[in-house]
């Protein structure tokens, strides 16, 4: 269901920006003609807004200066990349491990902190384990912070203690800072 609205959300913002640059440009395109019909007082006239076309008739009726033409023409690129920004599609920051001339090793974050995961919970004290991985936005490295849940009875040094050295290779293959929070566990778990 929520998938469902989302997906109904996306395509009418959609639908809203693209008539919001159709709006944009067809005013851009009517306030750098002067006179005739493209004009604002030709497309008031099309629209079939009288009381707008005699207030913007009187106040539009002097030829075109440089900086409304500018403005107008600033208004289309706008508009332009206003659509190429909704259209263009989020680049996923991945970790990168190897880069050689014949391409690239990455995964992908989510994949990564569940791995992280599983190492950490091998732990019989860890009783859950949330990871957030940010990779660098230029090449190797990164962070990747490691909160482990444990029981009351667990020993939150030890607990750190192990789960970075279970982490310490697989942090040092990615060239990542890792950071390990115990946080004690409000009984998710017995142990």
């Known amino acids: 269901m929520i998938a469902l609205l989302r997906a109904l959300v996306r395509?009418?913002?959609?639908?809203?920006?693209?008539?919001?640059?159709?709006?944009?440009?067809?005013?851009?395109v009517f306030s750098i003609g002067g006179s005739g019909d493209l004009s604002l007082p030709g497309l008031a006239d099309l629209l079939r807004l009288p009381a707008l076309e005699?207030?913007?008739?009187?106040?539009?009726?002097?030829?075109?200066?440089?900086?409304?033409?500018?403005?107008?023409?600033?208004?289309?690129?706008?508009?332009?990349?206003?659509?190429?920004?909704?259209?263009?599609?989020?680049r996923e920051r991945l970790l990168l491990l190897r880069a050689s001339q014949e391409g690239k090793l990455q995964a992908r974050r989510r994949a990564f902190g569940?791995?992280?995961?599983?190492?950490?919970?091998?732990?019989?004290?860890?009783?859950?384990?949330?990871?957030?991985?940010?990779?660098?936005?230029?090449?190797?490295?990164g962070r990747m912070s490691v909160r482990a849940m444990h029981p009351a009875s667990a020993d939150p040094a030890e607990i750190r203690r192990a789960a970075d050295a279970a982490l310490t290779p697989l942090a040092e293959a990615f060239e990542?800072?890792?950071r390990v929070r115990p946080h004690l566990d409000g009984g998710r778990r017995v142990q």
């Open 176 to 178: 990542l800072q890792a």
């Open 54 to 90: 005699t207030e913007v008739g009187s106040l539009l009726d002097d030829p075109v200066e440089f900086t409304s033409g500018l403005a107008g023409l600033a208004a289309i690129l706008l508009g332009a990349l206003l659509l190429i920004g909704a259209l263009a599609p989020a």
């Open 11 to 28: 395509l009418l913002t959609f639908l809203v920006l693209v008539a919001l640059a159709a709006a944009g440009l067809a005013a851009a």
């Open 114 to 141: 569940q791995v992280a995961s599983t190492i950490v919970e091998q732990n019989r004290a860890v009783s859950g384990v949330k990871v957030k991985v940010r990779p660098s936005r230029r090449g190797r490295g």
